[in-house]
């Protein structure tokens, strides 16, 4: 309540603009949010990355996932990639609801039968800069808005690691290697839905899932807002 009465007045006082345009208002304005990049239907039935019609995915030819199978609803760009950014750099909590939203009815649409969402955790040393895990409040969000449970406690990052902006594949997996540890009476036998912000080369939800099939989980299903497309020209994709 208090929060709710506070926020009302720190609008008052520093009405929010729109995080892509600039528009004043709302955190994103409906020009903005009506052109929110969409993956589409043509995409790769296990990694979720965009494809050209009746085309393989180049992505999972080079990569060993250990998830089943990963989603996004929006590519990493234009207005998701400023909400996403927005959230993440600049600590704007109200965007929040905006993008657990977002994949809640995504979601809806495109569900997988899961029994608990987990979100991708954060070494605590990284969370305290930040003073949360983004990851952690979408899905928060999202179990109150499609009432599924999310068990944070699941899943943590017991090292710090390099940012992955700038490794290559091979580099991110080694990065991550032994960077994650799983709550094995919490994960036995059940279906998980891992949650991030953004994917990138998938290394993260893969090493995770790794953890958590490993820890006895039955499968693992991944959820992220975003995805980053990729690069054909370059055989590579940007950085999230
Ligand atoms: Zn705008
Ligand atoms: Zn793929």
Redesign the pocket.
């Known amino acids: 309540m208090f929060r709710k009465v506070f926020g009302n007045v720190l609008n008052w006082v520093y009405p929010p603009s ?1 995080v ?4 004043a208002g709302s955190l ?2 409906d ?2 949010f009506s052109k929110l990049p969409a993956v589409g239907k043509h995409y790769c039935s296990r990694c979720g990355k965009p494809l050209m019609p009746k085309h393989f995915c180049r992505h999972c030819g080079k990569s060993e996932f250990s998830f089943t199978a990963c989603r996004a609803p929006y590519l990493y760009d234009g ?1 998701v990639s400023a909400m996403i950014k927005g959230l993440k750099y600049n600590g704007t909590l109200g965007l929040v609801p905006i993008l657990s939203k977002l994949l809640a009815d995504f979601w809806e649409e495109n569900n997988w039968a899961v029994d608990i969402v987990v979100p991708v955790p954060l070494s605590e040393k990284r969370k305290a800069q930040r003073g949360f895990n983004q990851s952690e409040v979408i899905a928060g969000d999202f179990s109150k808005k499609t009432g599924l449970s999310c068990d944070p406690r699941i899943l943590m990052k017991q090292r710090n690691t390099l940012q992955q902006v700038g490794l290559t594949a091979e580099e991110r997996r080694e990065n991550l290697s032994g960077a994650f540890a799983a709550e094995p009476s919490l994960v036995k036998g059940k279906r998980i839905l891992l949650m991030d912000d953004v994917m990138t080369t998938g290394s993260t939800f893969s090493e995770c899932s790794s953890v958590l099939l490993n820890a006895g989980a039955k499968a693992v299903y991944c959820l992220s807002v975003a995805t980053t497309p990729i690069d054909h020209r370059k055989h590579k994709m940007p950085d999230a």
């Open positions: 729109c892509h345009c600039g528009k994103i304005c020009d903005c207005p």
